[in-house]
């Protein structure tokens, strides 16, 4: 266990935050980028585009049924995730029961064995 935790030189800690900050804004560009492709992808016809306030009005139709329509589906499957969700969460659980076990059966000290 202790080659897990070394110490890290000023050189290193320093890395690996400019690491860390550098995949924080690659990953916080690729959500915007994301967020701006959904949003456009709801009514490709011209939802950037200036027009009249018709077409105003109907982009902003199209996208609240559109979000509408996600919520509802997504809230259709939330039993499903919920019982996958606590599956996980139960093995995990169990998992780690596990482990403490094997933990203190190895440490009881004298013979150990069964």
Wanted: charged content about 10%; cysteine-free; glycine content about 14%.
């Amino acid at each position: 266990m202790k080659g897990l935790f070394k110490k890290i030189g000023k050189k290193a800690q320093t890395l690996d935050l400019v690491t860390g900050t550098i995949v924080g804004l690659v990953v916080l560009i690729f959500i915007v980028f994301a967020v701006i492709f959904g949003v456009s992808s709801l009514n490709p016809s011209g939802f950037f585009t200036r027009g009249t306030n018709n077409v105003s009005s109907d982009a902003m139709i199209s996208l609240q049924e559109n979000t509408t329509r996600v919520v509802s589906n997504f809230s259709q499957q939330l039993p499903v995730l919920g019982t996958i969700l606590g599956v996980v969460l139960l093995l995990g659980a169990l998992g780690i029961l596990i482990l403490v076990i094997y933990r203190f059966r190895g440490t009881a000290g004298g013979s150990g064995s069964l």
